[in-house]
């Protein structure tokens, strides 16, 4: 069944309060739910309470039992015809939180029990109005064995505890916020935990707590850490602080995503918070530090001013995601940062645009919600923030968002009330800016320019083009700010002076241009000589900029904005392999731009380390027609293979300076030192050659940090198999007892190139470390496989066949990771007849298997129709 956004009615009833009583038992949970309803309306209606999988025991209106006439129940719902315009009503409901593997709901997760009701959750727990418009206070007494769960955990402040002889206790929580069912969370077990604590601007103190399973108590302070830094920042920058005296963070090993923002108790996937340099690599820390700030700021962008309906959900998402983006600069260094993002919104959210699963940032139409907590509403979501944030400049933003959090504080809003808000502070009318919402598929922007030396003009045309929707609908041109510059020789930044149409003055100012047709020219004067262009500086409009590559070796030695430096070392690339794959030679060219940069010390060495990459497979694949994967990796191997002959004295030279021990630390410095050597060994590993294994053989064996290890081992086993046996055993044997470490030599073996390795993926997983219902395991072994174009693409069909195999299997346990896993099919309708048609094979597979669920159902029914 479809459910789409024009059909929005609000809630019959709104239940102003809730008090549950959860009983947890070894076998099963009683949840006993009092609401306080209110009708809206004044003529009697039936109030409609969601429920999934539950086993009701009892009903009650006003603590009377009501006969059986009086509701009525489906799959989906219970119906009281007429409880009345103000009532008590009370279900009582059985559940099994042990059976509960799709990690929805009340579930198990090694011993511990927790939950994860975003979006709809909370109805397989019990009875409710389970949508973000309907807002209610929640307190919550959880009872149970004091000897299993000595730790009982809900939302909001600890009022009361208590134990009973039996043997069991009771812990009795109330939110004072009024919340949506989607923001509910209970935590039961055995869990250790380290506490910190924190002072508001305001003065308040808040007591910090991370629990985590006992023993793992050190690896959480990376995570706290992270935690008073986020706090800070938030209060620094948007003015806003916590608003409870505790603030608790709980961590379980089975999550299906990275963590949930529930009020006063976030529970995280345990990737996001235990570190240490031991066991976590420098990308899983810096994972932590921004999952742990995305989390807490929901509190104000989520919590605090929430959703009217799932269809908002990039209001909050889209939002929460450039507030971590923007964290994470400000800790760390900000040209990486934003290269690390927009690498990430092309390699995720590019090809999901390009497909047949495409969607506006804020859709219009769901089978299944939880099929739409995307790249494009999360990342794209970010980037049309992003672009907010540009077009009205810091300081009318931060006025912006004061407007919005006063006008909107306790209330579930749309993106339209946000867009008023920022409305209100903007130099320019956002009608059509609000297109960003609507419409999907990424647009390009076509630069050409011509210099006139004798009148000193520089004249640049711009054309946007704008694909049409999957269902074939044209679709509008944008209004996009796009930052630029003109260059002189020295890199110097010319002064902008725009001819004519002078519209949007205060943004050229910033040195920025309007656009919003899908044609225009802006003509450019005093320019002494021919300058170079420098545009869409730190990729301030999320499109494919199209622009001339006269520039691009200049662009990427000089120009001043860091990104466009490594978008033009990007571009180059990419031409170049575009080049070899059409049988030419690698341009000299090429080969000593990559040498200037690799030779140039004044570069901080995270960023050179992302200067001196190759674009991945999937970035190629967005500029082929037909995608031929096979093409792309032979050409990116041996370009690979070319750049190492031609810089390997300088390579070698090189990674002997980094790797040093005192390179072992977390500040910038090391963290950089680490990318960089890995890069470098990267590249003479692809020569297979003696001295390159010997060079990682030592790394693995001497390294002080999993950033080293990991790399060396993969480099290992990827491209030398058999020098990688020995270290592939020792680490199994040094970390089988650790599933997240355990994930990353699972992600080792799938992505391997080497042919046996389909064979070792299924040996994989009959290992006992191996469990399919934990999800970062799937991930990271079935998931690592399905993205390794080497074999998800193997001609035999071989790949496709395993992976549809999986989701069959993996549907029937866990239909949210079995949906995410069909998403490795996408490209379906880019490839070679071939290809297209073993894949079609194997997802018609998937599609006639009975009971399939609607996750994978719709994922699998846009593809194959696509
Ligand atoms: N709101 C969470 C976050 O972005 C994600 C929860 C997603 N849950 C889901 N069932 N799809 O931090
Ligand atoms: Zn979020």
């Given amino acids: 069944k479809t459910i789409y956004l024009k059909e929005y009615e609000a809630p019959a009833y709104h239940i102003l309060s809730t008090e549950l009583t959860f009983e947890i038992f070894e076998e099963h949970t009683l949840v006993i739910n009092r609401m306080a309803i209110k009708r809206r309306g004044d003529v009697p209606v039936p109030l409609l309470l969601d429920g999934d999988d539950l086993e009701l025991l009892c009903v009650k209106v006003d603590d009377v039992k009501i006969p059986t006439d009086a509701y009525e129940r489906n799959e989906e719902t219970l119906t009281l015809f007429d409880p009345g315009a103000e009532a008590t009503v009370q279900v009582v409901t059985k559940i099994y939180p042990d ?23 909370f109805r397989r727990i019990t009875y409710f109005i389970d949508r973000p418009d309907n807002m209610s206070v929640f307190t919550v007494k959880v009872i149970a064995e004091q000897s299993v769960c000595p730790v009982l955990l809900s939302n909001g402040n600890l009022e009361e505890e208590g134990s009973f002889p039996d ?43 991370i629990y985590v399973d006992k023993g793992n108590e050190p690896r959480a302070d990376h995570a706290m850490r992270s935690l008073k830094a986020s706090m800070r920042w938030d ?15 709980v961590a379980v090993d089975s999550f299906n995503m990275g963590a949930m923002e529930n009020k006063g ?43 009217r309906d799932w269809f908002q959900l990039t209001l909050k998402e889209g939002l929460t995601v450039f507030r971590d983006q923007s964290f994470s600069a400000d800790m760390q260094s900000e040209v990486v940062q934003r290269i690390r993002d927009v690498d990430m919104l092309r390699e995720r959210q590019f090809p999901e645009d390009a497909g047949p699963t495409a969607h506006p940032i804020k859709p219009e139409q769901y089978i299944e919600i939880n099929n739409f907590y995307t790249a494009t509403v999360y990342e794209k979501g970010s980037e049309v923030i992003r672009m907010l944030h540009t077009i009205l400049g810091e300081k009318a933003w931060r006025a912006a968002m004061d407007l919005y959090f006063e006008t909107f504080d306790g209330q579930a809003v749309r993106t339209e009330d946000f ?81 004519g149409d002078t519209g949007a003055q ?33 990729f301030g409009a999320p499109v494919v900029m199209e622009y001339p590559q006269e520039d691009v070796m200049n662009l990427m030695r000089f120009d001043s904005d860091g990104f466009v430096r490594y978008e033009a070392a990007q571009s180059f690339a990419r031409s170049t392999l575009e080049a070899m794959m059409r049988g030419e030679a690698v341009s000299p060219q090429f080969l000593e731009s990559f040498k200037h940069i690799l030779e140039d010390e004044s570069l901080d060495l995270q960023f050179k380390a992302q200067l001196l990459s190759l674009p991945t497979v999937t970035m190629l694949m967005q500029t082929q027609q037909t995608v031929d994967v096979h093409a792309i990796l032979e050409a990116s191997d041996a370009l690979r293979r070319e750049i190492a002959v031609a810089c390997e004295a300088t390579m070698r030279h090189l990674y002997a300076l980094l790797h040093r021990p005192a390179h072992m630390g977390l500040e910038a410095e090391s963290i950089g030192a680490r990318a960089l050597k890995n890069r470098l060994l990267g590249y003479l590993m692809a020569q297979q050659d003696a001295e390159s294994i010997d060079s990682a053989m030592a790394q693995y064996e001497e390294s002080h940090t999993m950033t080293d290890r990991l790399a060396a081992l993969q480099l290992l086993h990827h491209g030398a198999p058999e020098a990688a046996e020995a270290p592939m055993r020792d680490f199994y044997e040094r970390y089988s007892g650790d599933m997240l470490v355990m994930t990353k030599y699972f992600s080792v073996i799938a992505s391997s190139p080497q042919p046996d390795t389909l064979s070792r993926v299924r040996a994989a997983m009959e290992d006992e470390v191996f469990n399919i219902k934990v999800p970062n395991l799937v991930r990271s072994l079935i998931g690592s496989f399905a993205r390794n174009p080497y074999h998800f693409h193997a001609y035999d069909g071989s790949g496709y066949a395993f992976v549809a195999e999986q989701i069959i299997a993996l549907d029937a346990i866990n239909p949210m990771i079995a949906a995410g896993l069909s998403g490795a099919f996408k490209t379906y309708n880019r490839l070679n007849a071939h290809s297209r048609a073993q894949m079609r094979d194997a997802l018609e597979k998937v599609q006639a298997h009975r009971g399939i669920s609607k996750n994978v159902y719709e994922i699998v029914g846009k593809i194959l129709a696509g």
């Fill in 99 to 121: 059976k509960n593997t799709a990690l929805e709901g009340l579930y198990r997760s090694g011993g511990i029990y927790c939950t994860q009701c975003e979006p709809h959750g």
């Fill in 167 to 209: 043997g069991r206790h009771y812990a009795l929580w109330k939110d004072p916020f009024p919340k949506p069912s989607y923001l509910f969370a209970l935590v039961a077990g055995d869990l250790g935990r380290i506490s910190d604590n924190f002072t508001t601007a305001e003065g308040n103190e808040v007591a910090l707590h």
């Fill in 235 to 249: 209060e620094e920058t948007y003015g806003r602080s916590y608003d409870l005296s505790v603030y608790n963070i």
């Fill in 265 to 307: 108790l976030n529970i995280f996937n345990s990737h996001y918070v235990l570190a240490d340099e031991e066991t976590a690599t420098d990308a899983d820390f810096l994972g932590i530090e921004s999952v742990i700030a995305h989390e807490y700021f929901h509190n104000w962008t989520g919590n605090r001013i929430t959703c």
């Fill in 419 to 499: 867009l008023w808000a920022m409305q209100q502070h903007s130099p320019i009318d956002l009608a059509q800016f609000a297109l960003w919402y609507s419409q999907e598929r990424t647009p390009s922007l076509c630069a050409e320019h011509s210099y006139d030396p004798a009148s000193g003009r520089l004249t640049l045309k711009l054309e946007q083009i704008v694909p049409d929707a999957v269902d074939g609908r044209k679709q509008q041109p944008y209004c996009m700010p796009l930052r630029l510059a003109l260059l002189g020789h020295a890199g110097e930044e010319l002064p902008l002076q725009l001819e």
């Fill in 506 to 538: 205060p943004l050229l100012e910033r040195g920025i241009l309007l656009i919003t047709r899908d044609e225009e020219s802006f003509t450019f004067g005093g320019l002494a000589s021919e300058p170079a262009l420098s545009l869409n500086r730190h």
